[in-house]
């Protein structure tokens, strides 16, 4: 999962190339993307999914959240089946969540939401819990409307990932735990975890990737700074 932040790092230095350069070098066959532009005039007019999918020489999908201009993108180098998404009850900025099923090979199916759930600010408790109300119901309503049951053999092989706002041990992140899916960074020190960089600021772990029935051969940080946040990787194995 990768946060481009509309193709810029933390400076505002235009870095579409480094990103793409970032995911190459993971190895990744499929990638989560958020906060990516199309055709925005601050981002020059650029599709920026359709540039890095061509980039790439992946296949991509991408549902947009505001005004048609931002929103989720999906990179795949596996055979895209399936894609929709829906707007979630925001407060802010229009987030959503993007379903995509990929088809590792003719007999399986793995089936992804990427989501970008709004952000958290330090404007005192009052406004901060009317913002943690607000994640938690945007949440509820990917698990009412697409996963409508906890995680468990029936579902199948899934992957709930994107950036979440907030930090692992949060409600809403053992929700997630509480639902069945697991966490393959959990244990891993800030370090080795940290997807929220900026200078000057405590490193924090905001993107995810909660896995169900998908057990994690390891997992880790991209050490790029073509965003400010970065790249979270995830080898997974097909039972």
Do not use: K
């Amino acid at each position: 999962t990768y946060n481009i932040h509309g193709g810029y790092d933390e400076f505002y230095n235009r870095n579409l190339e480094s990103v793409a350069r970032t995911i190459q070098q993971s190895g990744a066959n499929v990638v989560l993307l958020q906060q990516v532009d199309a055709g925005r005039i601050t981002s020059f007019g650029v599709d920026q999914s359709l540039w890095l999918a061509r980039r790439l020489g992946m296949d991509r999908r991408f549902y947009p959240t505001n005004e048609g201009l931002q929103g989720l993108a999906v990179l795949s180098n596996m055979e895209i089946a399936f894609d929709d998404g829906m707007l979630l009850s925001s407060m802010g900025s229009q987030t959503g969540v993007q379903r995509v099923q990929v088809l590792p090979n003719p007999n399986t199916v793995i089936t992804l939401y990427n989501t970008w759930l709004s952000p958290l600010y330090d404007l005192g408790a009052e406004a901060l819990a009317d913002q943690q109300q607000d994640q938690q119901r945007q949440l509820n309503e990917l698990f009412g409307t697409y996963v409508q049951q906890a995680c468990n053999i029936n579902l199948g092989y899934a992957v709930i990932g994107g950036t979440f706002h907030n930090v692992p041990d949060s409600p809403l992140a053992q929700g997630l735990r509480n639902a069945g899916f697991t966490d393959p960074f959990a244990g891993l020190p800030l370090e080795l975890s940290a997807t929220f960089v900026r200078a000057g600021q405590p490193r924090a772990r905001f993107d995810y990737l909660w896995m169900c029935n998908l057990p994690s051969l390891g997992a880790g940080v991209m050490d790029s700074a073509a965003s400010d946040h970065r790249l979270a990787v995830s080898l997974v194995v097909l039972n």
